[in-house]
């Protein structure tokens, strides 16, 4: 199967999903309409004060943390491969009046949509997975950085996808860097795991080394790596929630999360 199959059954499966995440107890559309804000700490302490700074979110779903960054004074652009997430963003940014321009495109394209140049790119919790090669990723980020721009990513990480959950208790299957297409299939989302929906997924596995490497390559300083135990999502089994209010492996073995910043010289 070609990549455009791959990425168009990926945008049904997401144009599936949106309503449904919506319409979660996991994105509390209720809570987020009173404080505007979806950021967690990862990000607020890495980028701070983001007042009066252009933005561009890549892989925005439907635009809960890119209209927080608005809110919190950003001019804010964001992007996403489903149009119904676009559509929803673009809704929600009128509703609350939070203003935000919001495209749909492929985030690897995202330079034939978007000319801008920002002072901040901002990539968060389940993106690179979903892309094939992270050279032309990187290369985009810095095209659309300012000079002295920062790039910021907070991501899962990537031993965290070496395992089949679809599976109890989940068993190690892929490779830490497997080059090969990872195709899944199950029922419900991680934000409404009761949900009838399908999801039809394509996804590929990217080590720490080729994040890091692919953003050097395209011309970036690496400015922080971070790797941390404890996640602000319950996505993975065996969590628990302790006392920092983030949720831990409950064996401890590996790190949930990792951190890149990234300057453009």
Not at 195 to 223: C, F, R, T
Request: with cysteine; proline share 4%; charged share 25%.
């Amino acid at each position: 199967m070609d990549l455009k199959k791959q990425f168009a059954t990926n945008k049904d499966t997401w144009n599936k999903k949106t309503m449904i995440h919506f319409e979660s107890d996991f994105y509390d559309k209720e809570a987020f309409a009173k404080s505007k804000d979806a950021l967690n700490s990862y990000e607020l302490n890495a980028i701070g004060d983001v007042k009066d700074k252009s933005l561009l979110h890549l892989q925005c779903h439907f635009g809960q943390d890119s209209l927080s960054w608005a809110h919190r004074g950003a001019h804010v652009t964001a992007v996403d491969l489903s149009d119904e997430s676009i559509k929803l963003a673009q809704r929600l940014s009128n509703e609350l009046d939070i203003p935000a321009t919001f495209v749909c495109c492929n985030v690897l394209d995202t330079s034939k949509h978007v000319q801008e140049k920002f002072d901040i790119v901002f990539a968060s919790y389940g993106t690179i997975g979903w892309l094939p090669d992270l050279k032309p990723w990187a290369q985009m980020i810095s095209e659309r950085l300012k000079p002295g721009g920062m790039f910021y990513i907070v991501e899962f990480h990537p031993i965290a996808w070496m395992y089949d959950y679809n599976v109890s208790p989940p068993v190690m299957k892929y490779h830490y860097a497997q080059e090969e297409v990872i195709y899944d299939e199950y029922e419900g989302t991680y934000g409404a795991e009761n949900s009838k929906m399908i999801s039809k997924e394509y996804g590929w596995n990217h080590s720490m080394s080729e994040v890091i490497q692919s953003l050097i390559n395209a011309g970036l300083q690496i400015d922080l790596v971070a790797e941390h135990d404890s996640s602000p999502y319950d996505v993975f089994p065996n969590m628990e929630l302790k006392d920092d209010q983030l949720y831990h492996l409950k064996d401890g073995l590996y790190p949930m999360i990792f951190e890149v910043k990234a300057i453009k010289a």
